[in-house]
């Protein structure tokens, strides 16, 4: 689909959506929002419907490099001038990745940090994790909103040093179904080719690791060096000689990721909107970033080329995944009471309430952990989701407007404030 095909199919989308949101409202008697609050969520709602009509957001792919020229188009609108900060990454392509018992074939996604197999693929007997099979089944364990450990604890990990050939991993969720696993070691990849497979196959395919069944395991992938983009911008605040504020979101990720990413990028764009025309006192530097499906590979090269910011800055934004999901509870993360009570007053000022604290000293989620290891402060606003990782993350069934555009004026009034502090 071309560019301006798509712009305007998700804001027609966008418009019924929101048209059947406010009907709904008189229908139930609940307070009708006033314009202000509608051309909000009129905007969020664009926002993420163009950036799922993009396709699948991997770092590297095509679609990651117009994805990321469609956002540097949306911050030129707002009349601020983007940069497009390349870094270099080995994309993972895949071929053909697939299990095969007897006549059936099970289509599946390899780990991106372990190894792959050739198209012929590792044939042998399939069994329990532990066992002496050459193909172990394991399980995933589901995302849980708290749990910030870059390395899963459980026996995708542990098959990583065990003695199998192969593993297969049937993936957890809320609901049966593929939920893609991030590539935290990304860097350094380890172990024998895993084939991510869901969950719905559960029941049958450990029937046949008891049964001893043959099958062939096919995780045929290949690396190519290709190039990804951090988009950055910056808004200069009437006194430079204090500290900057630094607004981060992820952009990349497994699938349309309407939810998990689009949601992060519709609230960035409120906050670079707000900053245009509310004259912050500090600057405000704002970065998008590529790689974060991949061990959260952008950030070293923002920080690298941004070296300043680690040693001097007020305070750093990160929008977590799923901002505003349906019926969904959420979690800050603070790495001061000061700079707590500042996000959980920005959201009480919109009705927002906080349904989760994670503790001031716990591990950050997502790239915000090289922000924690450097000493600075931090906030960090994220949501569950019953679709993290999965291929129904799509607008508009997983997004929330009116919710989301409460987060988005929330924070876009918050960092705007935020930049205003003097001491």
């Known amino acids: 689909m071309q560019r301006r095909a798509f712009l305007a199919f998700g804001g027609q989308t966008a418009l019924f959506a929101l048209t059947a949101g406010v009907a709904r409202s008189h229908a139930t008697g609940a307070p009708q929002r006033t314009r202000t ?18 396709g699948n957001h991997r770092t590297g792919t095509p679609v990651d490099r117009r994805s990321g020229e469609w956002l540097a188009a949306q911050i030129r609108r707002l009349g601020v001038e983007p940069v497009l900060e390349p870094f270099t990454l080995d994309r993972v392509d895949l071929r053909s990745c697939y299990l095969r018992v007897a006549d ?51 026996q995708v ?17 809320p609901s049966p179904g593929l939920f893609l696993l991030n590539a935290n070691r990304f860097r350094a990849p380890a172990g024998p080719p895993m084939l991510q497979i869901s969950g719905a196959e559960a029941a049958w395919l450990h029937e046949q690791a008891a049964a001893r069944a043959e099958v062939t395991l096919v995780a045929d992938a290949h690396r190519t060096t290709a190039q990804a983009f951090n988009v950055t911008a910056k808004i200069t605040g009437s006194n430079p000689a204090l500290a900057p504020v630094v607004v981060m979101a992820p952009r990349s990720g497994w699938w349309q990721c309407a939810s998990e990413q689009g949601s992060r990028i519709a609230c960035w764009l409120e906050v670079i909107r707000s900053m245009k025309s509310g004259q912050p006192t500090r ?10 499906e991949l061990g959260f590979l952008g950030i070293d090269p923002y920080l ?35 700079v707590e009570r500042w996000g959980v007053a920005a959201m009480e000022k919109e009705g927002i309430a906080v349904d ?23 906030f960090t606003i994220a949501c569950e989701s019953q679709v993290y990782h999965n291929p129904a993350d799509r607008w508009p069934v997983s997004i929330d407007v009116a919710n989301l555009g409460r987060y988005a004026r929330a924070f876009a009034n918050g960092v705007l404030e935020l930049s205003r502090q003097t001491v």
């Open 37 to 54: 609050q509608l051309d909000l969520e009129r905007r969020v709602a664009n926002v993420v419907a163009a950036f799922d009509a993009q």
């Open 283 to 292: 600057d405000c530097c704002f970065v998008a970033l590529s790689g974060h």
């Open 356 to 378: 989760a604290k994670a503790r001031h000293d716990s591990i950050a989620r997502g790239e915000t952990q090289a922000v924690q290891q450097a000493g600075r402060r931090f």
């Open 104 to 154: 059936r074939r099970i289509e599946g996604v390899p780990l991106f940090d372990a190894r792959f197999t050739g198209p012929e693929g590792v044939a042998g007997v399939i069994g329990p994790f532990g066992s002496d099979a050459d193909i172990a089944v394991v399980e995933s364990e589901p995302s849980h909103l708290a749990n910030t450990d870059p390395v899963q604890r459980d």
């Open 304 to 338: 690298k080329r941004h070296r300043e910011l680690l040693n001097r800055s007020h305070a750093w934004m990160f929008f977590g995944s799923d901002i505003g999901a349906p019926r969904q509870r959420n979690l800050i993360h603070a790495s001061d009471e000061a």
């Open 157 to 173: 990990e542990e098959a990583r040093r065990g003695p199998h050939r192969a593993v297969v991993v049937l993936t957890r969720g």
